[in-house]
């Protein structure tokens, strides 16, 4: 999975430019956070750490299928046909880090349902946030 994320984030990155598309002036802030939720996640222990990939990779996922949806919408495909394959593999891949961490015992985690709805809003705030700002 983390081979895979690395290469999101590089490919994530090269876009911006490639498009000129600026990021985030709060990047800073959720890269701390990110680094947050994940620390005290594993706190919990392993179950804890997954329950937290899985509630993260569905945000993801359901980010990414709104993307796809709107170029759709939009009879964008042909412009962004490029773009429209390197969402659709990032979802895919994402959503095989989410079944890995099903499969890893997220749900066994302390009170996962509670823990998967507080990180699933805090990811959904962060994308609204960001598309804003």
């Known amino acids: 999975m983390w081979d895979q994320e690395k290469v999101h984030r590089a490919k994530m990155n090269e876009l911006l430019v490639e498009h000129r ?12 956070g990110w680094f947050r939720f994940g620390g005290g996640d594993c706190l919990i222990g392993k179950e804890g750490a997954m329950a937290c990939t899985v ?9 990414y299928t709104d993307q796809i ?10 412009e962004y ?6 969402i659709k593999k990032f979802r895919d891949e994402e959503l095989e880090h989410h079944d890995t961490g099903i499969e890893q015992g997220a749900e066994l985690a302390p009170q996962y349902k509670l ?3 507080v990180i699933k809003l805090g990811c959904q705030t962060a994308i609204k946030i960001a598309e804003r700002v």
Do not use: F, M, N
């Open 21 to 32: 598309v600026r990021p985030t002036v709060l990047l800073p802030i959720w890269r701390a």
């Open 55 to 63: 509630a993260v990779e569905d945000t993801i996922v359901t980010h």
């Open 69 to 78: 949806r709107e170029i759709i919408d939009q009879g964008k495909e042909e």
């Open 81 to 86: 046909k490029e773009l429209l394959q390197i």
């Open 115 to 117: 823990l998967s709805k």
